[in-house]
């Protein structure tokens, strides 16, 4: 800690983490409960990566996107969760300002990355039932590819910029964070009073992150949804929202989930419903999607089918 007393606070070159509880007893079967439920993360998006890679009929755009999702959450959760682990069963380690902005930087880059992904998800599936005549020309693979490198430069470039801001300012004791990673709100908290401009702006963007996807997110499906309408037959709309049934469960589990979070005001941080948020976002969320992905795919499932098979027939030769 450093006093200036020329403006009479004490500002802080580290932060302490507060943890989810101070009851050892109760730490270590939240340990035991998260560990499961991220090794079940990397289990199911481990298997979409596999399944998408080696089956030759996943080579299209819906699961190339599917796939880079997959890859996008599992570095997401390995920003947060190894660490949330670790201290639910050691004791509390200061945070220099360094490893907490390194942290924020690669949480929000990759974020942002998934809500981009989300996006390109419903523009494809918007082109593939809107204007199926055009698909081949419009998602040609170099199109796709594009789609995706520009949303994992969005993510990073959009992270920089805030993260870059947010540790720009100057922050005050007392140094506990009530959160369990460093996450934008809850590091705004600590900011020293007479920024509240630049705060404004950050929160701001921030939401705006958030809303103008989701909101485009919404004009791709209400498109779908009147070329549903003018189909010929049932049989045509029931497929056509077949495939898109898994991606909008996702899509308001993700976006629901954020906009509360990062919606809410500043004061309110520290009154246990942000660590409640947060687990379903970092924790509950990536584990349930690509359990969706798969229970709902008629697709994936075949083809999961067929990778056991191998392996089956590779094994008993």
């Keep these: 800690m450093v006093h200036d007393p020329s403006i009479n606070y004490t500002m802080v070159n580290e932060f302490i983490l507060l943890e989810f509880t101070s009851h050892p007893v109760l730490g270590r079967l939240l340990f035991g409960l998260f560990l499961i439920m991220y090794a079940v993360t990397l289990a199911g998006n481990g298997l979409i990566m596999a399944v998408v890679w080696a089956d030759p009929l996943l080579h299209t755009p819906m699961y190339l996107f599917l796939g880079s999702l997959s890859y996008s959450e ?21 945070l220099p300002l360094a490893s907490c902005a390194t942290q924020m930087f690669f949480f929000v880059a990759l974020g942002v990355t998934d ?9 494809d599936r918007y082109v593939a039932i809107c204007h199926p005549l055009h698909y081949g020309t419009l998602m040609r693979q170099q199109m796709c590819w594009g789609l995706v490198m ?37 590091v705004l908290s600590r900011v020293c009073p007479g920024h509240g ?33 003018h189909m010929r037959s049932a049989q ?21 989930c954020a906009i509360f979070s990062y919606a809410r005001p500043k004061g309110s941080y520290g009154d ?28 994936v499932k075949g083809a ?10 590779l094994h008993e030769g």
């Design 304 to 313: 999961l089918r067929k990778v056991m098979t191998w392996r089956l027939i």
């Design 197 to 229: 401009t630049t705060e404004v702006i950050i929160i701001t963007l921030v939401a705006m992150v958030l809303i103008v996807p989701f909101s485009f997110i919404m004009l791709s499906y209400g498109c779908i949804l009147m070329a549903s309408l």
């Design 272 to 299: 246990g419903k942000d660590h409640i948020f947060a687990v379903s976002y970092t924790v509950l969320i990536p584990m349930l999607n690509p359990l969706i992905y798969t229970l709902r795919n008629n697709e």
């Design 115 to 123: 809500c981009l992904l989300l996006t390109v998800m419903a523009w």
């Design 74 to 94: 599992t570095a997401y959760t390995l920003v947060v969760i190894p660490r949330m682990l670790c201290d639910l069963i050691a004791p509390q380690r200061p």
């Design 236 to 256: 045509c709309c029931r497929k056509a929202f077949s495939t898109c049934g898994a991606h909008l469960t996702v899509v308001f589990l993700h976006y629901g």
């Design 150 to 186: 520009g949303s994992l430069c969005g993510g990073f470039t959009l992270s920089s910029f805030l993260t870059g801001t947010v540790f720009s300012l100057p922050f005050c004791a007392p140094k506990y964070i009530p959160h369990f990673f460093c996450d934008i709100p809850p």
